[in-house]
């Protein structure tokens, strides 16, 4: 695997579920980021890990909750979610978050609530 | 206002033209300015950067950045079927943050 991996790459969940997303990066990055991508809108920055330590958190609501175990891996744990939270979910990477600004992407894991 | 505008599109053109794509922003303290192009069911996949204003050039791609204006374009010289895709503009460098804005992106229709 080479690049950013995500799993699954489709999830349908009832609205009392809990579930998680995986991002899993092969690029010896530091810094992992979580996007909402919802139509028609500008991607939404949630969630900012740096050498495993959340350094942003941009007033989500507490049913996402993530987890980065080392700087490989991040995950978004789901519960208790609305059916405005289905979009496309992106995990994406850099090689730090203080100095270089390019940002490699998942493909996304698109997630619908009914 | 928003801090960075993009018309979504879609802008359809026929294969051979010149493609212009441009986003307008409200803070004058970015310093870099990128452009993504995302396939549909892929994530988004850095196309040119440009630090500051000027222009730079990538085979068909040309990134154009006008900071007096805060105006950024990208334009696209013989246009592809292949380069049909949602064009996503992001900025970065305010206040010292490299996590970039970024605009709602433009859906571009190449057809044959």
């Known amino acids: 695997e080479t690049g950013v991996t995500q799993t699954p790459r489709h999830l349908v969940m009832g609205m009392t579920n809990k579930k998680s997303l995986k991002c899993e990066q092969h690029?010896?990055?530091?810094?992992m980021y979580w996007y909402k991508q919802s139509a028609k809108k500008p991607l939404e920055l949630m969630f900012v890990?740096?050498?495993?330590?959340?350094?942003e958190n941009n007033s989500v609501p507490s049913r996402f909750s993530p987890e980065c175990p080392n700087s490989s891996h991040l995950f978004l744990h789901l519960h208790t979610l609305q059916p405005e939270d289905s979009a496309l979910y992106l995990c994406?990477?850099?090689?730090?978050?203080?100095?270089?600004?390019?940002?490699?992407f998942g493909p996304g894991t698109r997630l619908t609530v009914t | 206002q928003k801090e960075v505008e993009q018309d979504p599109g879609p802008l359809s053109v026929p294969e051979g033209a010149i493609v212009s794509l441009n986003c307008t922003y409200s803070?004058?303290?970015?310093?870099?300015f990128m452009w993504y192009r995302q396939y549909s069911r892929k994530g988004p996949e850095l196309l040119m950067y440009?630090?500051?204003?000027g222009n730079k050039e990538d085979g068909r791609f040309t990134a154009q950045v006008d900071k007096s204006s805060k105006y950024i374009s990208l334009f696209i010289r013989d246009s592809q079927p292949s380069d049909s895709a949602t064009y996503l503009c992001?900025?970065?460098?305010?206040?010292?943050?490299?996590?970039?804005?970024f605009g709602r992106g433009t859906s571009l229709i190449v057809h044959p």
């Open positions: 803070n004058s303290a970015f310093q870099y």
């Open positions: 690029l010896g990055h530091n810094a």
């Open positions: 890990y740096n050498f495993k330590e959340q350094t």
């Open positions: 992001a900025m970065s460098g305010s206040g010292g943050s490299y996590i970039p804005t």
């Open positions: 994406a990477s850099s090689q730090d978050r203080s100095g270089n600004y390019e940002q490699y």
């Open positions: 440009t630090y500051s204003s």
